[in-house]
């Protein structure tokens, strides 16, 4: 059987790549958060029961306009640092609103 991982260059090498994402982990685990599935449920409890109930009204607005925080994805599509959360959300609050419906509605059209 041949191995999974494989080691050797190829073509699909240089053009997939994986990477780890702390801001989309967060916007996922808001949108959990806002409407867990079945098996989220006791860990969206839990959660919301230690968020500031501020936080949780803005969550549930937000992700409430924009399906579920999904059209909230391609905020992130050009923010060159995935592993800067405090400084994604300062790039977010500074966007201007042009900018932020070409990233929520621009690319869908």
């Not at 959660?47 to 803005?58: F, G, N, T």
């Amino acid at each position: 059987m041949a191995p999974l991982l494989r080691t050797e260059p190829d073509d699909l090498r240089s053009i997939i790549t994986f990477q780890t994402s702390p801001i989309y982990e967060m916007m996922l685990s808001l949108s959990a958060l806002h409407t867990p599935s079945p098996r989220h449920e006791t860990w969206a409890e839990h959660v919301r029961s230690d968020l500031p109930a501020e936080l949780l009204e803005e969550v549930d607005f937000l992700y409430s306009r924009f399906e579920n925080g999904v059209l909230l994805l391609e905020l992130a599509v050009d923010y060159p640092d995935h592993h800067d959360v405090p400084g994604f959300l300062s790039y977010v609050e500074q966007m201007s609103i042009p900018r932020f419906l070409f990233y929520v509605l621009g690319r869908l059209a």
